[in-house]
């Protein structure tokens, strides 16, 4: 099965294969989740673009951010972007993961405020 899927904004049109309307669903939400936000979650600025960073990690091999940046010049916050392990697909980052004591992951998460958008703040160096 094939289908013709628009994004809710019009900005995006692709083609969504599967075998059956499961496998149909599951890719509108993949492709949703990632390519349907259309406003910054911090100011609501619809001036958004896609930004992918080429870095290296704390070992030095290569690596790449993903992320949405907001373009109102009193704003600039982000969404961050995670990929999964298949190195396949992406998702966007709107929780944290909690951790004991030790630093060991919980399996809890903490949701971020405004779904994941975060804009730096020089004051305290922190993302907000």
């Known amino acids: 099965m094939k289908i013709k899927y628009s994004s ?3 900005k ?10 499961l496998a149909i669903f599951e890719g509108i ?7 349907e936000a259309d406003t910054c979650g911090k100011c609501g600025c619809t001036d958004i673009k896609y930004v992918v960073r080429n870095s290296k990690d704390g070992d030095g091999n290569p690596t790449k951010y ?9 704003c600039r916050a982000r969404l961050a ?4 392990r298949d190195m396949k697909t ?12 030790k630093g060991k ?3 809890e998460y903490d949701y971020l405020p405004d779904g994941g958008w ?3 703040n020089r004051e305290t160096g922190e993302n907000e």
């Open 66 to 74: 993903y992320e949405l940046h907001c373009n109102n010049p009193k």
């Open 8 to 10: 809710a904004n019009g």
């Open 81 to 84: 972007f995670g990929v999964n």
């Open 12 to 21: 995006f049109e692709t083609d969504i294969e599967g075998e059956g309307s």
């Open 29 to 35: 939400s993949k492709f949703q989740e990632v390519f």
């Open 105 to 107: 992951k919980t399996g």
């Open 118 to 120: 975060l804009k730096y």
């Open 90 to 101: 992406i998702y966007p980052k709107r929780a944290l993961p909690q951790k004991d004591a």
